[in-house]
């Protein structure tokens, strides 16, 4: 997967929130609107906490090997009062949204800090070529959608938890049941359908 780094400022990226409860796509449509699960941008968002050291070390978190190799969407919170170099700075990935992946980085962040004002997204893992959509997956999801969901015909579902990231796709006769009944196996609480045909 390759990493774009923008140096620059950039400003925090808004999108909807995923389709509303009980709203579900078809697989044309939701093809339509993802993005390519093989590649990811990595967009800082300077914060005014941020030395010109968190800002080198940001650089060069860009270019590891393993942030090359982090899915979207993903993000990094860091607490202003320890910078980066801290056990509270956090990275996650792969979530069904940036807001998801923001949340999540937050919290484990805020749990880690131990005082201070709370953390701060200072970077994202963005789509290649991102622009708002009304609807979105994880790299892993979107994986799944193209190279399962979409090959033949019959009955199938995808289904999703949007706070953990989960994800499962099933066909046959019983593929809603089966798609949320694999999707909730992790303990994901809030699996819903998104896709069905």
Do not use: W
């Not at 919170?77 to 979530?95: E, F, I, M, Q, W």
């Not at 706070?163 to 499962?168: K, L, M, N, T």
């Amino acid at each position: 997967m390759k990493v774009v780094l923008q140096a620059a400022a950039v400003m925090a990226v808004s999108v909807t929130a995923a389709l509303a409860a009980g709203d579900v796509l078809d697989g044309k449509s939701a093809k339509k609107m993802l993005f390519s699960h093989k590649g990811s941008e990595f967009v800082i968002q300077s914060q005014d906490f941020m030395t010109d050291a968190d800002q080198t070390t940001l650089n060069a978190m860009a270019g590891m090997k393993e942030f090359k190799s982090v899915f979207y969407y993903g993000a990094i919170a860091a607490a202003p009062k320890h910078g980066l170099a801290h056990k509270a700075t956090v990275a996650t990935s792969n979530h069904h949204s940036i807001e998801a992946a923001e949340q999540a980085a937050l919290a484990e962040c805020n749990g880690l800090r131990g005082g201070g004002a709370k953390c701060l997204v200072v970077a994202q893992i963005l789509p290649k070529k991102f622009s708002l959509q009304s609807f979105h997956l994880s790299a892993s999801a979107t994986a799944a959608f193209k190279k399962t969901y979409l090959r033949g015909k019959g009955p199938k579902a995808l289904a999703i938890s949007p706070r953990q990231g989960s994800f499962a796709v099933s066909k046959g006769d019983t593929a809603a049941t089966t798609a949320l009944e694999a999707c909730a196996a992790d303990g994901a609480k809030d699996c819903q359908i998104v896709i069905q045909d």
